[in-house]
């Protein structure tokens, strides 16, 4: 039973150390080359993305200088 126990123990260290079955990119080096252009052009617009969820690329309202605020 122990031994039993140990292999299947090592069994699964194993499965879960070596990372992905099935590999994400082509074996073929051409068409592997494309696919992580791909996904470096997909990177490339996260700053981008994230400037246009905050409203970084919106115009800022604010006045560059100080105003009364009352009436003159």
């Not at 073929?28 to 990177?43: C, P, T």
């Amino acid at each position: 039973m122990r031994k039993l126990l140990l292999t299947s123990l090592l069994l699964a260290v194993t499965v879960f150390d070596t990372g992905c079955i099935v590999p994400i990119y082509s074996s073929s080096r051409d068409i592997r080359a494309r696919q992580l252009i791909f996904v470096s052009e997909g990177l490339r617009h996260i700053p981008e993305i994230w400037e246009r969820i905050w409203g970084l690329d919106m115009p800022d309202v604010a006045t560059p200088y100080r105003t009364h605020g009352g009436v003159i």
